[in-house]
């Protein structure tokens, strides 16, 4: 199993379902959201000297036991409760281990980033090794539809008047297809992480750090589960659980309900935290009915919402048709 390299670990998050339409980084705070992000910059979850904001995320209280050691407690338990996540995803079913096809309908999308906002609904194919369909229109019904299909190093855009437009071998043409690429590969990326399953492997280390509370925007109690691997940055797991009868132990962990992607400040990149509502059962596992993400460009910084999602159905390995991906036929000229 291959690894995310650093540059594309961000990817890796249910989030990124607006990525997937090759946005940028977000300039300035959403205006007139209906939820408003956390009005101060959230500490590390270290707990700090200082007390943290009101609207802090979780700071997580070490769990007991004896100091790291080869058989670290910590990471025994952190692959545990990780794969109690996974069980409860898939619904029991086995897990997902090769992607070779992904389905997913995003309801609404919202969506304000550098140079693209959007706001509207977007359906999202993929195919291994090369295909990848994109749809978006502002509204659900099909008028104001904006289609682009990639198969391979070939791109076609139909417009909403069904003009066709291929982008291969024309000028500004390898520009659109390696964004489009990029996107696919997201789309790819994004497939693995959604059962959990593709996160683990060699080399990759699960811990569990204690129980995370958190106030204001990611109130609760969690289990923080950091996942690490060589020469990657971390991605921190907080799960939902069910606790023990006597209201005192853990049964078994859940649905991830936080997942933070930390920042690297040498690479300007920022720490972003992902949201996941509403988690249902689906045609073939559970899903975030709702996704929230919030990109902070430094610790002290104030957190900025930069999407909002309702995804509606995901599917994974169902055998898509090819001619999901067909290039479209230009309309005859008039």
């Known amino acids: 199993m291959t690894h995310p390299a650093p540059r594309t670990r961000r990817f890796l998050a249910l989030a990124l379902l607006a990525l997937l339409a090759g946005l940028g980084a977000l300039p300035a705070p959403w205006a007139g959201a209906e939820d408003d992000p956390p009005t101060g910059g959230p500490p590390p979850l270290d707990p700090p000297a200082a007390a943290p904001p009101a609207d802090a995320p979780p700071a997580a209280h070490p769990p007991a036991g004896p100091a790291e050691a080869p058989s670290d407690p910590g990471e025994v338990r952190g692959r545990q409760y990780f794969e109690q996540a996974i069980a409860f995803v898939n619904d029991g079913k086995p897990g997902i281990h090769q992607v070779h096809d992904f389905y997913v309908d995003l309801a609404d999308v919202q969506v304000r980033t550098e140079g ?22 502002p509204l659900r019904p099909l008028r104001d539809l904006t289609v682009k299909i990639l198969s391979g190093e070939q791109m076609w855009i139909v417009n909403p008047r069904l003009e066709v437009t291929r982008m291969h071998g024309r000028p500004g043409g390898d520009a659109a297809i390696r964004q489009l690429q990029e996107d696919r590969k997201r789309l790819f990326d994004l497939a693995r992480f959604l059962t959990l399953e593709g996160l683990k492997g060699p080399g990759v280390v699960l811990r569990y750090e204690g129980i995370a509370t958190g ?120």
Do not use: C, M
């Open 116 to 137: 693209n906002n959007h706001s509207g609904f977007l359906r999202l194919w993929f195919q291994a090794p090369d295909r990848y369909r994109y749809e978006a229109r």
């Open 215 to 334: 106030r204001g925007t990611f109130a609760g109690e969690r289990l923080k589960v950091t996942r690490r691997i060589p020469g990657g940055g971390d991605i921190v797991f907080y799960l939902a659980f069910e606790r023990t009868a006597d209201g005192r132990g853990i049964a078994r962990a859940l649905q991830p309900e936080i997942v933070k992607i930390e920042g690297d400040a040498a690479r300007n990149e920022p720490t972003e935290y992902y949201l996941l509502y509403d988690w249902a059962l689906g045609p073939q596992f559970r899903f975030p009915r709702r996704v929230e993400a919030l990109r902070q460009a430094n610790p002290r910084a104030a957190p900025v919402r930069f999407l909002l999602a309702f995804p509606e159905d995901i599917r994974i390995n169902t055998g898509l048709g090819a001619e999901v991906f067909q290039p479209p036929t230009p309309a005859a000229p008039r």
